[in-house]
């Protein structure tokens, strides 16, 4: 029997009417895809923002404008963003078969969830997932960008860098499969402050210096596992664009940063 996690924050983060939320995307991406100075050969990992389109839409275009070389070759996503909501040791699936949101039904990929249960930092939370908008944001983007894929979400609560890079290491698969990690950076500084401490950990993320902590970057803990596997791959990032809350829809008293990055495998960077 299917167990579908329907869709929690649509009509609030993004459009919840099917046909406003896809004009809405396709137009973010058309724009990201103008102001993309290049396209990014083959990303093997990305990560993007997860605040309200409004907000940080424009920054996660700037990801998901960067697979149309290869949408037809990517067939599974492994999606980790942090819980908001629900508290999580270690690294949690949600017990479903798909995910729901107004563009349709992502199956998830059963076998890839499988493979995990062996690790000790893996649980099953649906209640993890039920309201959390880390994960399900960025779902109508790779709806909108990829052919064919389906999906392994995980939230990622209470885990070490090691215990994070050991379930990517699981999943790293070869061209078919696309990390993505969500993760907005500071919160509630003043605009300028915002802009000086996003700096700063755009360029540990750039230099694959962690561990980062939630105060740079409410996912923090799935990108201080990333930075570990990425070490190991050999993955060369590249910053796609920063701002903030400040500079798209919010006043700059208190804002929060944004920020878009691909990884690249050696054999697809540039020189």
């Known amino acids: 029997m299917d167990n579908v996690r329907p869709a929690a924050v649509a009509g609030s983060f993004y459009p919840g009417a099917a046909s406003?939320?896809?004009?809405?995307?396709?137009?973010?991406?058309?724009?990201?895809?103008?102001?993309?100075?290049?396209?990014?050969?083959?990303p093997k990992v990305l990560i993007a923002p997860?605040?309200?389109?409004?907000?940080?839409?424009?920054?996660?275009a700037l990801a998901y404008a960067q697979l149309a070389p290869v949408c037809n070759t990517i067939r599974r996503v492994v999606l980790l963003g942090p819980v908001h909501r629900?508290?999580?040791?270690?690294?949690?699936?949600?017990?479903?078969?798909?995910?729901?949101?107004?563009?349709?039904?992502?199956?998830?990929?059963?076998?890839?969830?499988?493979?995990?249960?062996?690790?000790?930092?893996?649980?099953?939370?649906?209640?993890?997932?039920a309201q959390e908008h880390s994960l399900e944001v960025q779902l109508p983007f790779l709806q909108t960008v990829l052919s064919d894929f389906k999906l392994v979400p995980l939230v990622v609560g209470d885990a070490s860098p090691a215990e994070v890079a050991e379930v990517l290491e699981a999943l790293w698969g070869g061209p078919e499969t696309l990390i993505v990690v969500s993760s907005d950076l500071?919160?509630?500084?003043?605009?300028?402050?915002?802009?000086?401490?996003?700096?700063?950990?755009?360029?540990?993320?750039?230099?694959?210096?962690?561990?980062?902590?939630?105060?740079?970057?409410?996912?923090?803990?799935?990108?201080n596992g990333l930075l570990q596997a990425a070490r190991h791959h050999q993955l060369q990032p590249r910053l796609l664009g920063l701002c903030n809350s400040g500079d798209t829809a919010g006043d700059r008293g208190r804002v929060v940063g944004y920020a878009s990055i691909a990884f690249l495998e050696p054999t697809h960077a540039p020189a």
């Open 50 to 60: 997860h605040a309200g389109y409004v907000y940080s839409g424009a920054i996660a």
């Open 86 to 129: 629900v508290p999580v040791r270690g690294l949690a699936l949600p017990g479903a078969t798909a995910f729901a949101t107004p563009l349709g039904e992502i199956a998830l990929d059963q076998p890839a969830m499988d493979s995990l249960r062996g690790l000790r930092q893996v649980i099953v939370s649906p209640a993890a997932h």
């Open 20 to 42: 406003a939320l896809s004009a809405e995307v396709v137009r973010l991406l058309a724009n990201a895809r103008l102001l993309s100075e290049s396209a990014v050969t083959a």
């Open 186 to 223: 500071s919160h509630f500084l003043s605009y300028n402050a915002a802009q000086t401490v996003d700096r700063q950990t755009i360029q540990r993320i750039l230099y694959l210096k962690g561990p980062l902590t939630q105060e740079q970057a409410c996912g923090g803990t799935p990108i």
